[in-house]
């Protein structure tokens, strides 16, 4: 009987350091390889020609590293402003170009930008400095080409953190967020709660951005979301200012809010005052 006692003390020390060797492997791996899991890039070939039936000009935008990064500028026919879009974290200009035309329809021009790695833009994300000052390099060039007083910057699901950053550091005219997150740290918490935190280099701490943000904030959010989870917006409203708003979308899940047709007669209420 001792001896059976003495075996299974020995099966469960090991199991345990298997289990304990195991859990460290994997946060040891997602943090050498957390830029796979949290950004899904896809070349597109520099040759490769755009098509969409609408006006838009090619740009390519140089980094303080000397990195080329690839966005379009849509024209509307009789442009009030323009909008900085700020894409999720998969899918090129091949296929984010389509969210243009409902902006365009409502005089806004709209230039959408392909992150490090992604679509035509050079180089690989390595950080969260890196990314944030490439945003601002191109808020600096958009800046050259439209008054700041005119541009709104938008975001959508990654891309919030982001545009949260930007418009925090800057002084455009108004901020949108589809589908935001209060930060990766938090959707860390909320889907992978037993992996420690201090394991993200890229914090995109939305809530706090927003505090610095004196123009007016809007933000859209699906009650059906499945991949950043609604209440996050809730609990942003709370840190946000008196006349900022937060519109709840019956129904909408993460994608295809542009298509929703309550997002976009609230849309045209808002680039409409």
Request: hydrophobic letters at 40%; one cysteine or more.
């Amino acid at each position: 009987m001792g001896n059976n006692k003495t075996i299974m003390k020995k099966v469960i020390k090991i199991l345990l350091i298997i289990i304990v060797s195991v859990y460290l492997a994997i946060c040891v791996l997602l943090y050498f390889f957390q830029e796979k899991l949290i950004f899904h890039p896809e070349k597109v070939d520099k040759s490769f020609k755009f098509e969409y039936n609408q006006p838009y000009e090619e740009m390519n935008i140089k980094t303080q590293d000397n990195i080329l990064l690839n966005g379009l500028l849509f024209k509307a026919d009789s442009s009030k402003g323009l909008i900085f879009y700020l894409h999720g974290n998969g899918g090129t200009l091949t296929t984010w170009g389509k969210v243009a035309k409902t902006y365009t329809d409502l005089n806004y021009d709209v230039f959408i930008l392909d992150y490090r790695g992604y679509g035509k833009s050079e180089g690989n994300i390595s950080s969260q400095e890196q990314i944030f000052q490439d945003i601002q390099t191109v808020y600096d060039n958009l800046k050259t080409r439209y008054e700041e007083s005119k541009i709104i910057v938008l975001g959508y699901s990654i891309g919030t953190g982001l545009a949260a950053k930007v418009a925090s550091a800057n002084h455009p005219k108004m901020l949108i967020l589809q589908a935001p997150y209060i930060s990766l740290t938090d959707m860390m918490r909320h889907s992978f709660p037993i992996f420690p935190t201090f394991l993200l280099k890229y914090k995109f701490e939305t809530d706090k951005y927003i505090n610095d943000c004196k123009m007016p904030i809007v933000i859209f959010h699906g009650n059906k979301d499945k991949i950043i989870y609604y209440e996050s917006s809730l609990k942003l409203k709370e840190l946000m200012k008196p006349s900022d708003k937060l519109i709840i979308l019956e129904g909408q899940g993460h994608n295809g809010m542009t298509d929703n047709p309550e997002y976009k007669a609230e849309l045209r209420k808002l680039l409409m005052e």
